[in-house]
């Protein structure tokens, strides 16, 4: 078992590459035998999948963690590109797993007096199952055309959005209730991975899931975005490894070029309640006994090395803060101590 980090940078701006790692968008392959489970399509996942030399063909399950644009934008790529590689393969399915419809448009932060009219007021809250179908429809007219021309498979056949069902007992409400205090239940399983998931705190998006994969070579917990959660120690709980999120929130104040009062307000706020600073990271580490540490959704991705370190101030474990591509082993249960990086991906020169 083994988990790549194909892409370690989180926020959905596209910036001038100023880090000499090249991190993209968010994205995580967990690597059990010859199966591949991915978790999150950040930009430039499919891209960083091939250069790890991941196939498309031995993916056995997708797992988005909330609809958030640097989750999902490289799903598309994904499919309907990656997808190509799947002709041979007539009777594969990929499930796609992730929160379904919100159901009701989050509050309006930040405006003054009325709010915003709603993007496609008639489905403002799609979920994963629509997502996926919404996605290969807009590409029928390729989808066809490579279909007859030169014998390419139903993608729509193939990739089977669902959208997790969350326990009814858990009193969920995506505005009253995003958050609410929930045991972690099973989503997916098949003859190598169990996976289970849990409720997040990243209002206002609702449902935000993590997501924990246990194999009988070890056990992967991947944070989703999430701001300090005790239902995400439960999930990792005595965890070989844990890939959490992360944000220095200085860093990212001074990042925004002359931004007027209300939208610096407006940002800052959302990331305050949000998301996760490296010392807050290593305290639920900590708390949930895990053997490592990996900090990803790096934001901002190019903020100096010393600010992620700061999770060593308060985690007693190893720390790592990986690059995109680094190949992290994960050892059989109890032996939190194994840990073996290797380089999958040469990045670009610029």
Avoid at 4 to 9: D, E, P, R, S, V
Avoid at 80 to 96: A, C, I, K, N, W
Wanted: aromatic share 4%; proline share 9%.
């Amino acid at each position: 078992m083994r988990v790549i980090t194909l892409g370690t940078a989180g926020g959905p701006l596209l910036r001038r590459g100023r880090d000499p790692r090249h991190r993209s968008g968010i994205a995580t392959a967990v690597v059990v035998d010859s199966a591949v489970y991915l978790v999150d399509c950040g930009h430039g996942a499919a891209h960083r999948m091939a250069e790890a030399g991941l196939r498309v063909a031995d993916l056995a399950g997708v797992f988005i963690t909330h609809h958030h644009s640097d989750h999902t934008i490289d799903l598309n790529s994904l499919m309907v590109l990656g997808g190509l590689g799947l002709r041979g393969h007539p009777d594969r399915t990929v499930p796609v797993l992730g929160p379904g419809r919100r159901g009701v448009l989050p509050p309006a932060h930040g405006h003054p007096g009325a709010a915003p009219d709603p993007v496609f007021p008639d489905a403002p809250t799609p979920g994963t199952a629509d997502l996926v179908e919404l996605l290969l429809r807009a590409h029928a007219t390729d989808l066809n055309d490579r279909r007859r021309d030169s014998r390419a498979p139903d993608l729509s056949r193939v990739f089977r959005g669902e959208d997790i069902a969350i326990p009814a007992a858990a009193g969920f409400h995506p505005d009253d209730a995003n958050h609410p205090d929930v045991d972690p239940w099973e989503v997916f399983s098949d003859d190598r991975v169990r996976v289970t998931a849990t409720l997040v705190q990243h209002q206002p998006v609702a449902p935000a899931f993590a997501f924990r994969i246990d194999s009988v070579h070890g056990s992967v917990t991947v944070s989703g975005d999430t701001a300090p959660s005790a239902n995400l120690v439960r999930l990792a709980s005595g965890c070989d490894l844990l890939l959490h999120e992360a944000i220095d929130l200085d860093s990212v104040a001074t990042s925004y070029h002359r931004p007027s009062p209300q939208d610096l307000d407006a940002s800052m706020g959302h990331h305050r309640r949000a998301h996760t600073t490296p010392e807050d990271a290593g305290r639920i580490a900590e708390a949930a006994g895990v053997g490592i540490l990996a900090l990803h959704h790096l934001v901002p991705s190019d903020a100096p090395e010393q600010c992620w370190q700061r999770a060593a101030t308060t985690f007693s474990g190893t720390l790592r803060v990986p690059a995109d591509g680094e190949s992290i082993t994960v050892g059989p249960h109890g032996a939190k101590n194994i840990f073996s990086v290797d380089l999958c991906i040469t990045p670009p020169l610029v």
